[in-house]
Every structure is written in C-alpha cells, then in structure tokens.
C-alpha cells in the first residue's frame, strides 16, 4: 500500500516538473508585456517628434515639418513592431496620419501648375436646386413635370429653366487661385506683410502694427506712426496692386493688414469717446461748483470771498484733451466743444480770482505777548528765505494767544521708532511787493516743548498765498 501511494507521489511530481519547463519556455519566447517601459519610452519620444511637427506647422515652417516625418514613421513602425497592443498606439497613428495628409496637399498644391488660361476649370456653382422630396413623385410616370426655380428661368435657353445658361460658369470665374506668388505680388507681400507679422514671430517691431490703441503717449505716438504708413501702403496697394484674381499667399496678407487697420482705427475711437466722457463731466461738474463762488462773489463779503480752482485741476483738464485728440481727427468737433468748455472755466475762474483780490483784507494783528517782537522778526526771515528780493509792507501776528496741541507720532519717515510731541503755534500775515506785484503770505509759526519743559527755537512755512491789492494792505479788519 505504501509502495503505491509513493508511485503515485512520483508521477505527479514528474507531471509538475514538465508543466513548469513548459511555462518557462512559453515566458520566454512571449513577445514583451503591452505598456513595458522600453515601449513607453519609445511612445514619448514618438509623441515629442509629432508635437514638434504641429509646431512646425502651425508657424508655417512646412519644410522642418516635412522633413522630420520620416523619423516619426520610424519610431512609429519601431512600436507597431515591439508593442502592437500599446494604449497610445491608436492615438500615436491617428496623429501622424493626420499631420502626413495634411503635409502632403499642402506640398501637392504648391507643386500644381496654375490652370491654364484657354482652357479654365469651371467655378463651383453659385446656387442649387430646391431639395425634391422623393418620396412624393412617382417614379414609375414617364411624363414627370420639369422642375421650375424661379430666377434660373433669365440665366438658361429658352425652352429649358432647368439647364444653366451657356457660358455661365466663364462667367462666374475661372478656377481656384494659386496658392504660391507669383513674381508680379512678391514685392506687394514683402512692402505688405511687415505690418502684420508679430514680432515674437521674427517681425520688426518698428513695423508690427499692434491693433490697439493705449493711453501711453510715446507709444501711441509710435502705433499713429506705423498706422500711417501701413495705410499709405495699403492704399497704394489697391491703387497699383495686382488686380484680379490673386494668389492665396498675397490674399492672407491683404486681409490681416486690412484687418489690423480697421481694428486699430475701432480702438482708437473707443478710447477717444471714454476719455471724452470722462472730461466732459468732470469739467461739468466743476462748472457747478463755479456756480456756488460766483454767488459769494456776488455777495461782495470780505469774510466769505469766494474761492478761485486749483490751478492744477484746469492743467489736468488741458491734458486729458490733449490725450483724447490723439485718438481722433484734427478737425474732430468733440474736441473743439471740450476746448470751448476749457476756456470758458478758465475766464470764469479769473473773474472770481480777481473779485478775490478786489475784497481781500490784510488782517489786524491781535497778539499782545511779550515774544511779539520775536514773533514778528520771525515771520519776516521766512518770507525772506523764500522770496529773497521781497519788499515787506506789513507784519502781524493775527492769533490772539498760543495754540498748543499734543501729539504721539513717528521720528521719521521709517516708522521705527515713536516721540511724544507738545506743540504751540500761531498764524501770521505777511504783506509784501515784488515785481510790481503784491502779495498777502499767511504763515504758520510754532515751537515744541523740550524734555526739560522749557520751549524750543521758532520754526515756521508759508500755509497760503494770495494776491492783494496794495491799497488793501493798511485796511484791515
């Protein structure tokens, strides 16, 4: 019993022995697992080659593109070979296909001939026949009526409206128009297209015309430049240019450089009508608020004279329409109106700064202390600082007393470290002429607490500006 059982043990180990040999011969002649990294490799690299082919393409280097297609057919072979299951295959193939059929008209339509001129091929045509619906004619009816389009009937024989008149198709033009230039639009494509190739395509961009406008002065100046000279092509193109039919080449250029034109000439216009707007109700809104000085001048109140524009607000008018003329003609009304505006503020704002001068009072001093000596020598070294050759008329201290205020603020400008501050200031008027012209100075004059309690040296600036009339200077109130 125990003899049998140990032959049975026998036989079933020489069996596994034989179905193992078996399967390690099998793995090894198996061709390699379908995604291996070898074939992954060889997959990247293929798709690296198809993707600088696209590139190649797209900027209309068709000759890189042409010649690098036989590596990628290599590569693409190479992997059908080693890996036809690959999960990219599929994709990889569909891709060069495309790439290749595209690469082979584009070279097929750059070697045909054009069509010659005896013999043209005819236009596609321009219209078509109403879709019949079949399944509403019986067919087996010899005696089928003809077919009527209306309008067709002018353009065929007489006698047959559903046959195209003879001649039509030389008619409605002769063929496709050649894709390479011919040697008569060359020089037109070489004048043209410099205007609209980029420059991070290898154009000039002293020649590029970007077709946008900007608020950037110098760069505008440099888009206007280059717009006038692309239009002055432009125009001399269609005045001298080729005329008829014309080659795909010298059409892709003409249109981009019409294009380029219009929509630079569209952008200038809207930035011209925003810059417009804005202006014109700033300069309205200022108009307003003239309204309420004019009424105080009216008034005549030497307390409450009324209050001349800041002089940089009719500057900054000035500016902006200088900006929006850029964008517009020269004799662009708009720009006349808002010119018109401009002045009318300016005429009106003198009026109100000399009813200003008119009523304007120097002030009678009102200080009585000790320092007003002190206060006053002051007051006259700052006017001086400033306006070297002025001739003082007249010095007060127009605060009735000391104005002390404290404060904690920064040392500087750093902000690193804080001080606490305890100041004491008054205000003063100095009256003084230069040039003929005089002057009423309205000036802060102060001193700050030392650490030891007693009061620094005076410091003082002129606050306020204004001119006066000379008779004014002893009047005050």
Same mark, same amino acid.
């Given at each position: 019993?125990?003899?049998?059982?140990?032959a049975? !043990?026998?036989?079933?180990?020489?069996?596994?022995? &034989?179905? +193992?040999? %078996? /399967?390690?011969?099998? *793995?090894?002649?198996? @061709?390699?697992?379908?995604?291996?990294?070898?074939?992954?490799a060889?997959?990247?690299?293929?798709?690296?080659e198809?993707?600088?082919?696209k590139?190649?393409?797209?900027?209309?280097?068709?000759?890189?593109?042409?010649?690098?297609?036989?590596?990628?057919?290599?590569?693409?072979?190479?992997?059908?070979r080693?890996?036809?299951?690959?999960?990219?295959?599929k994709?990889?193939?569909?891709?060069?296909?495309?790439?290749?059929?595209?690469?082979?008209?584009?070279?097929?339509?750059q070697?045909?001939?054009?069509?010659?001129a005896?013999?043209?091929?005819p236009?596609?045509?321009?219209?078509?026949?109403?879709?019949?619906?079949?399944?509403?004619i019986?067919?087996?009816?010899?005696?089928?009526?003809?077919?009527?389009?209306?309008?067709?009937?002018?353009? !065929?024989?007489?006698?047959?409206?559903?046959?195209? &008149?003879? +001649?039509? %198709? /030389?008619?409605?033009? *002769?063929g496709?128009? @050649?894709?390479?230039?011919?040697?008569?639009?060359?020089?037109?494509?070489?004048?043209?297209?410099?205007?609209?190739?980029?420059?991070?395509n290898?154009g000039?961009?002293k020649?590029?015309?970007?077709?946008?406008?900007?608020?950037?002065?110098?760069?505008?100046?440099?888009?206007?430049?280059?717009?006038?000279?692309?239009?002055a092509?432009?125009?001399?193109?269609?005045?001298s240019?080729?005329?008829?039919?014309?080659s795909e080449?010298?059409?892709?250029?003409?249109?981009?450089?019409?294009?380029?034109?219009?929509?630079f000439?569209q952008?200038?216009?809207e930035?011209?009508?925003?810059?417009?707007?804005?202006?014109?109700?700033?300069?309205?809104?200022?108009?307003?608020?003239?309204?309420?000085?004019?009424?105080?001048?009216?008034?005549?109140?030497?307390?409450?004279?009324?209050?001349?524009?800041?002089?940089?607000?009719l500057?900054?008018?000035?500016a902006?329409?200088?900006?929006?003329?850029i964008?517009?003609?020269?004799?662009?009304?708009r720009i006349?109106?808002l010119?018109?505006?401009?002045?009318?503020?300016?005429t009106?704002?003198?009026?109100?700064?000399?009813a200003?001068?008119?009523?304007?009072?120097?002030?009678?001093?009102?200080?009585?202390?000790?320092?007003?000596?002190?206060?006053?020598?002051?007051?006259?070294?700052?006017?001086?600082?400033k306006?070297?050759?002025?001739?003082?008329?007249?010095i007060?201290?127009?605060?009735?007393?000391?104005?002390?205020?404290?404060?904690?603020?920064?040392t500087?400008?750093?902000?690193?470290?804080?001080?606490?501050?305890?100041?004491?200031?008054?205000?003063a008027?100095?009256?003084?002429?230069?040039?003929?012209?005089?002057?009423?100075?309205?000036?802060?004059?102060?001193?700050?607490r030392?650490?030891?309690?007693?009061?620094?040296?005076?410091?003082?600036?002129?606050?306020?500006?204004?001119?006066?009339?000379?008779?004014?200077v002893?009047?005050?109130?």
């Open positions: 019993m125990v003899c049998r059982y140990a049975y !043990a026998r036989r079933w180990i020489r069996i596994g022995l &034989a179905l +193992g040999v %078996a /399967a390690i011969l099998v *793995a090894g002649s198996a @061709p390699p697992a379908p995604g291996s990294a070898e074939t992954d060889l997959a990247a690299s293929l798709q690296k198809l993707t600088a082919i590139s190649a393409m797209v900027n209309m280097r068709h000759d890189e593109a042409q010649a690098a297609m036989p590596r990628a057919e290599e590569m693409l072979k190479r992997l059908q080693e890996d036809p299951g690959h999960r990219q295959l994709t990889l193939q569909s891709r060069y296909d495309g790439y290749k059929a595209e690469l082979d008209k584009k070279a097929a339509k070697a045909a001939p054009p069509p010659p005896a013999a043209p091929e236009a596609k045509p321009r219209f078509g026949l109403p879709k019949i619906e079949v399944p509403k019986d067919i087996g009816k010899p005696d089928l009526p003809k077919v009527r389009v209306p309008g067709l009937e002018s353009m !065929a024989p007489a006698g047959d409206a559903t046959q195209p &008149a003879a +001649g039509g %198709a /030389a008619a409605m033009g *002769a496709q128009p @050649p894709a390479k230039a011919t040697a008569g639009e060359q020089p037109w494509i070489e004048r043209l297209k410099v205007y609209v190739v980029p420059v991070y290898g000039d961009e020649k590029y015309l970007i077709p946008s406008a900007t608020m950037e002065r110098a760069e505008m100046q440099k888009r206007l430049g280059i717009y006038a000279e692309a239009s092509a432009m125009a001399e193109y269609r005045k240019g080729p005329q008829g039919a014309k080449e010298l059409t892709d250029v003409e249109t981009k450089l019409s294009e380029a034109l219009d929509q000439k952008s200038c216009a930035y011209a009508k925003n810059t417009i707007e804005e202006v014109s109700q700033q300069m309205e809104q200022q108009s307003q608020w003239l309204k309420t000085q004019e009424e105080k001048k009216a008034k005549n109140d030497p307390q409450n004279p009324p209050l001349p524009m800041q002089k940089d607000i500057q900054g008018y000035a902006k329409i200088e900006d929006a003329s964008f517009v003609e020269k004799d662009d009304p006349a109106a010119k018109s505006t401009l002045e009318d503020l300016r009106r704002d003198a009026a109100i700064r000399q200003r001068v008119d009523q304007t009072r120097m002030r009678s001093g009102k200080y009585a202390g000790a320092d007003l000596v002190e206060l006053k020598a002051k007051a006259e070294a700052i006017v001086k600082e306006i070297a050759d002025a001739r003082i008329l007249r007060e201290i127009v605060s009735e007393d000391w104005t002390e205020e404290s404060a904690i603020e920064w500087d400008t750093t902000r690193t470290a804080l001080r606490s501050r305890t100041t004491r200031s008054v205000t008027e100095v009256a003084a002429m230069r040039d003929g012209q005089c002057s009423l100075y309205t000036l802060d004059i102060s001193k700050d030392r650490t030891d309690g007693t009061w620094g040296a005076l410091t003082g600036h002129i606050m306020f500006t204004d001119p006066i009339l000379e008779k004014n002893g009047s005050g109130s």
